[in-house]
């Protein structure tokens, strides 16, 4: 009787250790899924294209009138043009909501040319743009980031009035530069689609502070001639553009 339950226990023993061998081989422990994090640095490009306006008014005559009370109105001129540049940034995420900084700083040829004074003509051409934002955005399915930004901007744009023999006894042309300081508000969208490649769209509408400039027309006069002119520009860009973010993944998920 011994003997046969001694025989029993050894077959219970000897088939639990075999099926937990089993359940071991058919069930192997997984490893955590990586899970994507919108926290890190980052740089990249961007290409686009502006359009906006720029606002001219004669402020004041150096050598033949003084001030102009209220100023006079010179012109209104729209613009338009491409523009391509770069830039880098940080992003920290927690939960769904993504915190970020960014800088960005882009070349561009946005211009155009208007009558001005009847006889003349005014042109207006901004060579680069440089902004610094604050960015506050949602993700949406993980990989995609919707984002509202805000902050400051400095365009630099050169200003050119042009004549024919009618206003002189020949052609002419005065240039002027100005850097404007301004505000920017945006928004866009961000899609991850690998690892460490992210790519953007977005909006900016920028207002710009009123900037006076000087017109030298002196050698043209033969005498000293400075007309002093406010410009007020605004401009809106759309873009479209890559990031690479440093790092990859971080954290697990079974």
């Keep these: 009787m011994r003997t046969k339950i001694a025989a029993a226990a050894i077959l219970l023993a000897s088939t639990s250790l075999s099926f937990a061998a089993d359940m071991a081989t058919k069930a192997p422990l997984m490893a955590p899924a990586a899970v994507w994090s919108w926290t890190g640095f980052y740089l990249g490009g961007h290409v686009g294209a502006g359009w906006g306006t720029t606002e001219a008014t004669l402020t004041g005559l150096t050598g033949g009138g003084g001030l102009i009370p209220g100023g006079f109105p010179i012109d209104q001129n729209s613009r338009s043009g491409f523009l391509g540049g770069g830039q880098i940034g940080y992003n920290w ?15 561009m040829d946005v211009k155009g040319t208007t009558p001005c ?3 003349a003509s005014c042109t207006g051409k901004s060579d680069w743009l440089a902004t610094v934002t604050g960015r506050f955005g949602g993700v949406v399915a993980e990989r995609t980031l919707v984002y ?30 100005s850097t404007s300081f301004g505000w920017l508000l ?13 790519a953007f769209i977005e909006y900016d509408y920028m ?19 400075v007309a002093n002119v406010d410009i007020k520009n605004k401009l809106s860009i759309a873009k479209v553009g890559l990031n690479y973010k440093f790092g990859g993944p971080v954290g697990g998920r079974y």
């Design 117 to 119: 004074l009847f006889v």
């Design 207 to 225: 207002d710009f502070d009123k900037k006076s400039v000087a017109f030298d027309f002196s050698p043209l006069a033969g005498v000293p001639a």
């Design 148 to 177: 509202v930004k805000g902050g400051a901007a400095w365009l630099h744009t050169n200003h050119t009035f042009s004549a024919g023999a009618g206003l002189g006894p020949a052609a002419f042309s005065v240039s002027s530069d």
């Design 93 to 107: 995420q927690s939960g769904w909501a993504v915190f970020g900084v960014q800088g960005d700083i882009a070349g």
């Design 186 to 198: 945006g928004l866009g969208a961000e899609y991850a689609f690998d690892h460490n490649w992210s």
